[in-house]
């Protein structure tokens, strides 16, 4: 039976990939320290005899009994509210988290897969963004902390994998959306759901028309799994290629919640929000046969229906 260690996995995409993985016939160690986490995401994965959760810091020395086939690294804070309140934690995990999660991918010659992010091309230049772009990050800004840190758990990664000769894969995820978001996550999905449903203003950070593409989660997972399964370095790009402003975004959740709430425009919360992010996902539709299925309608139904349950509204 092949055996996976998924850190970051009481997290969101975490907690899918444990699904889909023991799904698969994996046995499944999840590691977490529930700085963003929450055991609530894998407590119906507690009663499976091959699945275990770790509470740890993968920042510290890591050790797991037996073999393993495959490190899946999720570990890190993604919101950008975090970006101001855990700047050293986020950077702690992607330098210090990626180096121990190698190196016990090293020592078990597993394979190592990294969780990088479509904020390693920073506020782009360029659009959409491909693979070979190289980014443009402030990396004394807000978000560098975050966008610095990914792009030097790529470039650990690569250097394991060429002086060490470590099998890895790269996905740069671009931003994807979901059921186990955090209410509180502060990321836009949560946010204007949350808001929509309680009948609170939709508050719209700068003048709304910059762009974001979202992504469904089982399609990302779906794509991991392509990925996971292939002899792909990557980096390879996941993500849904339907571009929306966030205004535009905003009027389409406050649509299909029938909700009263007004938009609001607040002042950004940090001064390098990427303009526009759509991913080019040419590598991932030629090289995976991967291309994500579920429309921005349907998964935001799905959503919106898990939210209202959490808000005991359904
Ligand atoms: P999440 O916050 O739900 O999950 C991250 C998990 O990592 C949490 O459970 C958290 O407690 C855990 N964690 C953080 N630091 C840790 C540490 N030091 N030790 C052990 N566990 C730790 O966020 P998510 O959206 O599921 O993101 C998962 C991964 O995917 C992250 O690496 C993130 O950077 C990446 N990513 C996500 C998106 C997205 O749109 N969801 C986009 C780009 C990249
Ligand atoms: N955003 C917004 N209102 C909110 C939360 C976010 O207008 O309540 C905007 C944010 O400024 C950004 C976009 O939505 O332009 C996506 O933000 P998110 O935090 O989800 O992730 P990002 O893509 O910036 O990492």
């Not at 698969?24 to 894998?42: K, P, R, S």
């Not at 609001?264 to 991932?284: H, N, S, Y």
């Amino acid at each position: 039976m092949p055996r996976a260690l998924v850190t970051g996995g009481a997290g969101f995409l975490g907690s899918h990939l444990c699904d889909r993985l023991l799904a698969e016939g994996f046995e499944v160690i999840a590691m977490d320290n529930l700085i963003t986490g929450n055991t609530d995401n894998i407590v119906h994965l507690l009663d499976n005899p091959r699945f275990r959760f770790v509470r740890y810091d993968v920042t510290e020395y890591l050790y797991i009994d037996g073999p393993i086939d495959y490190v899946f690294h999720l570990a890190s804070p993604a919101s950008p509210v975090d970006f101001p309140t855990k700047p050293i934690q986020i950077m702690k995990v992607n330098a210090l988290g990626t180096h121990k999660a190698l190196g016990l991918a090293r020592a078990k010659n597993a394979v190592f897969f990294l969780a990088s992010t479509s904020e390693v091309y920073g506020d782009p230049l360029v659009h959409p963004q491909s693979e070979e772009y190289w980014g443009n990050v402030n990396p004394v800004g807000i978000r560098g902390v975050y966008d610095e840190s990914k792009r030097f758990a790529e470039a650990l990664t690569m250097a394991y994998h060429r002086y060490h000769g470590v099998p890895v894969r790269i996905v740069r995820i671009f931003n994807t959306y979901g059921p186990r978001m955090r209410l509180d996550d502060g990321r836009v999905v949560p946010n204007f759901v949350g808001q929509a449903l309680r009948g609170d203003p939709i508050t719209v950070y700068g003048d709304g028309k910059q762009t974001r593409s979202f992504c469904y989660c089982s399609d990302l997972i779906e794509g991991f799994w392509r990925l996971a399964l292939s002899d792909l370095t990557g980096p390879i790009n996941i993500g849904n290629p339907t571009e929306r402003t966030i205004l535009e975004f905003a009027q389409l959740i406050k649509q299909l919640t029938n909700s009263k709430s007004e938009i609001v425009f607040e002042p950004l919360k940090t001064p390098d929000d990427p303009k526009q992010r759509r991913p080019d996902i040419t590598k991932a539709r030629t090289l995976l046969g991967w291309e994500p299925k579920v429309g921005l309608e349907e998964g935001l139904q799905y959503t919106i229906a898990y939210f209202a349950k959490k808000l005991g509204l359904s």
